[in-house]
């Protein structure tokens, strides 16, 4: 049990100290995971999740999603392996793509579900219980050496009473643990850019993260006082705002606005998959077979098919042909010109750089009236922002367009909404400490000597970087923007190359297409991690030399998207291959030699990796 001197949460103003053999700070898809994964296979844990809010779920948390708001994993994706989710009814479904509240009522009732020494997860989180500050609170040592597997069934967290991190929350509460899993993501402090004029605004201003809070009283209530709505951004976020604003009944006008100076507005991928032998997109694309046509890093030892592909010229000519036919395929499918949008801009809508690079984002046209409702109902505008006043935005004039683009605009607007994406700065860390921990950080807050050691091996790691994969040399015509921050250097994208102790982890520090496989993934090798079950882990100059050339990777493959080092969307399989494959798992490729290759990877997969990894650990 943990020993405490105040349980009460919210007491005050006296310090409240527990300790706790681990605490997992977020409980969205990767704090779950995490939870589950370690109590599966150590039951016995004293384990706490931090929750900032009073629920659970992250982006799927009841107050975030709206009723339009629909996932864009589908059915047997958006799920975990240890239980499948119920699929909501025919006419809440659209090629398996469905409502966001389903995925919300499947993770409360998933952390009631599962109950370890009769606790269930649900039971070992502290709601509302802000973390202020994590800092270093003592000498650490090194955890049981992984060389043989533990021949005992007892958990090795309580062995060792050192306790390495001290978590403030609240203010006036602390917790010590000798194991620190962050899993706040990449989706929980909102980026909002200043705008000139933005004091003088009078309207009402959000983040698209309370966008689910506000909409009733923006779109469902008859408000005067609102009725022009302004959105910013050009990511899928952005579209999925612009859509349920122009699905409301309220007549009010929407604009959308996307900077030209930014990376431009998403793609969305059909969701129909383009052959019958998949139920949907996301089927067709998150398998091994296509894997084989893109240039990812995670696969160290290449198949007779990646290398075909990857490594000869003919090969990469075939993919760069496939990879070019995709995108004129999806250009008209999208059908930028249609006439039904033309008076509303929607022609601006088209994405910049080919979808193969990924340059602009991109997400799933999810719903059947998706691309025909914003084309008809949303105003859309592609000039960067002069400045706000109390009660419009003005609007640049374009570079090039129309004579009306080349001047500046003024639109009248009651609310601005800014889908403006995420900060990837830690509040937790003070900079030098995110820093060292290999998080990202404003170039300023960097320390100089070790900016110049990782520029250093990142130098070294780009030509090699593309002699593995020429492809990445002849990148499209874009519009680079220089970063204002430290990339991540994460190895395996989770842990620090200098944490020796194996002490703390961050997980969904990233960008993917499916976070249900990746949070799985990651909390499995996570586990493994922080109790000493990976053999093979690198020394700390090779794990630096590898997260270089990652960061080296994603500059090239990702273009803009990849200055962060964090940028993996379209390489989830090969990825989570990579990391069962350290662990030296095997049970999620049981389908044969053909159907591992072709076959879609669903998360019922998964459902044997706990059992096989208490096997090789003799857990």
């Not at 992250?58 to 392996?81: C, D, H, N």
């Not at 200098?498 to 990746?518: C, K, P, Q, Y």
């Not at 072709?598 to 208490?614: G, T």
């Amino acid at each position: 049990m943990p020993t405490t001197t105040n349980p009460d949460v919210n007491a005050a103003p006296a310090t409240a100290t527990t300790t706790h053999d681990v605490v997992i700070i977020g409980t969205g898809l990767y704090g779950i995971q995490a939870a589950r994964y370690y109590l599966d296979l150590y039951p016995d844990t004293d384990l706490v999740l931090l929750e900032s809010d009073s629920v659970v779920g992250g982006t799927w948390s009841s107050k975030r999603i709206y009723p339009s708001f629909w996932t864009q994993t589908p059915l047997k994706m958006a799920e975990f392996s240890d239980r499948p989710m119920p699929p909501p009814p025919d006419e809440d479904q659209y090629y398996g793509f469905f409502p966001a509240k389903y995925t919300t009522a499947y993770l409360e009732s998933y952390i009631d579900d599962h109950t370890y020494a009769g606790r269930s997860i649900r039971d070992r989180i502290l709601f509302n219980a802000a973390v202020d500050s994590i800092t270093r609170a003592a000498q650490h040592q090194h955890p049981r050496q992984p060389q043989e597997p533990s021949s005992s069934s007892s958990n090795p967290a309580t062995a060792r009473s050192i306790h390495q991190w001290k978590i403030t929350y609240n203010t006036h509460h602390a917790i010590h643990t000798s194991k620190l899993i962050d899993a706040t993501g990449m989706t929980s402090q909102p980026c909002i850019p200043y705008l000139p004029g933005s004091s003088d605004f009078l309207g009402k201003t959000l983040h698209h993260k309370s966008f689910g809070q506000e909409q009733q009283s923006l779109l469902l209530q008859e408000d005067s006082s609102v009725q022009n709505i302004c959105i910013l951004g050009g990511a899928k976020s952005a579209a999925d705002v612009a859509y349920a604003c122009a699905k409301a009944p309220s007549g009010r006008k929407i604009h959308w606005v996307i900077r030209e100076e930014g990376n431009g507005p998403s793609a969305f991928f059909a969701a129909p998959a383009m052959s019958a032998r998949y139920a949907n997109s996301n089927e067709g694309f998150y398998n091994r077979f296509l894997a084989s046509f893109l240039p990812n890093k995670f696969e160290k030892r290449w198949g007779w098919l990646k290398w075909l592909l990857q490594g000869t010229a003919p090969g990469r000519w075939y993919v760069k042909r496939l990879w070019d036919g995709f995108d004129q395929g999806l250009r008209g499918f999208l059908d930028y010109q249609r006439e039904e949008g033309k008076a509303m801009g929607f022609a601006k809508l088209e994405y910049d750089t080919p979808i193969f690079w990924q340059n602009d984002s991109s997400g799933v046209s999810n719903q059947p009236d998706f691309l025909s409702t914003i084309a008809k109902n949303v105003h859309i505008y592609r000039q960067d922002i002069s400045h706000l006043s109390k009660d419009s935005i003005t609007l640049k004039p374009r570079s090039s367009g129309t004579p009306q683009e080349k001047k500046s605009l003024t639109i009248p607007i009651d609310v601005l909404v800014y889908c403006t994406g995420w900060s990837a700065k830690s509040t937790l860390f003070p900079p030098h400490e995110a820093s060292d921990l290999g998080l990202s950080v404003p170039l300023e807050d960097a320390n100089p000597q070790t900016q110049a050691h990782w520029q250093r091996l990142e130098t070294a790691a780009d030509p090699v970087i593309l002699s593995r994969f020429p492809t990445l040399k002849h990148p499209p015509a874009y519009r680079k923007i220089e970063p204002r921050d430290t990339p991540f250097r994460l190895y395996q994208a989770m842990v620090p190359p200098a944490d020796e102790a194996h002490s703390i982890v961050f997980l969904g520090r990233m960008v993917v297409g499916n976070n249900f496989r990746t949070a799985e993934a990651q909390a499995l090798w996570a586990v493994a991690y922080l109790e000493g079950g990976i053999r093979d882990l690198p020394t700390r100059t090779q794990m630096e030399i590898e997260v270089a050339e990652t960061v080296a990777w994603d500059r090239r493959r990702y273009l803009n998207k990849g200055e962060l080092g964090s940028w993996f969307y379209f390489d989830v399989v090969d990825y989570a291959d990579a990391l069962f494959e350290q662990l030296e798992l095997s049970s999620h490729r049981q389908k044969g030699l053909i159907g591992n290759l072709v076959e879609p990877c669903f998360a019922a997969d998964l459902e044997s990796m706990v059992d096989e990894y208490k096997l090789k650990q003799r857990l």
